[in-house]
């Protein structure tokens, strides 16, 4: 399974990490410092960069799998809200972050990702230019379900 990690260089990821991939999972760190992560947590596990706007949010959601499993997201975007909401004290605290990415990743699912790689192969792209392609049409979905939900 593919296991995003934020705070993956703090004290916490970096004993976790080599946990989840002795136990065979692909870690995806979601980090400020793509260089200080490598250096931290070695070459093999992927990184997105946290400050790449809504370029490394989509970048993380699909790393992340959300594209093709988005229930298996919304649980984890769920456990999350409640791991914060279960702290002493915490549990009346908004936890915006849940539908700020639950909004992010149901706006890239909407993106017509068919037509963008159908678009894409008609003007003589392959591969990774059609990748591109779909992830740019994501990104640009998110920028508009976002600016419409401020």
């Known amino acids: 399974?593919?296991?995003?990690?934020?705070g993956a260089t703090g004290f916490i990821g970096r004993a976790l990490i080599p946990v989840l991939r002795?136990?065979?999972?692909?870690v995806v760190a979601w980090v400020r410092s793509e260089?200080?992560?490598r250096s931290l947590l070695g070459a093999e596990v992927e990184t997105a960069d946290a400050g790449g706007g809504l370029e490394g949010l989509i970048r993380v959601l699909e790393r992340c799998d959300a594209m093709r499993r988005p229930d298996r997201f919304r649980e984890l975007l769920l456990?999350?809200?409640?791991?914060?909401?279960?702290r002493l004290?915490?549990?009346?605290?908004p936890y915006p972050q849940r539908p700020r990415l639950q909004t992010a990743m149901e706006a890239a699912l909407g993106a017509d990702?068919?037509?963008v790689a159908s678009h894409a192969i008609a003007r003589g792209l392959s591969g990774p230019a059609?990748?591109?392609?779909?992830h740019a049409a994501r990104v640009h979905a998110?920028?508009?379900?976002?600016?419409?939900?401020?």
């Open 130 to 134: 059609i990748g591109a392609a779909v």
């Open 1 to 6: 399974m593919r296991v995003c990690v934020t």
């Open 89 to 93: 004290n915490k549990e009346d605290e």
């Open 35 to 37: 260089a200080r992560a």
């Open 22 to 26: 002795r136990e065979g999972h692909t």
């Open 142 to 150: 998110v920028a508009a379900s976002l600016s419409d939900a401020a």
């Open 79 to 86: 456990a999350c809200e409640c791991d914060a909401r279960g």
């Open 113 to 115: 990702t068919a037509a």
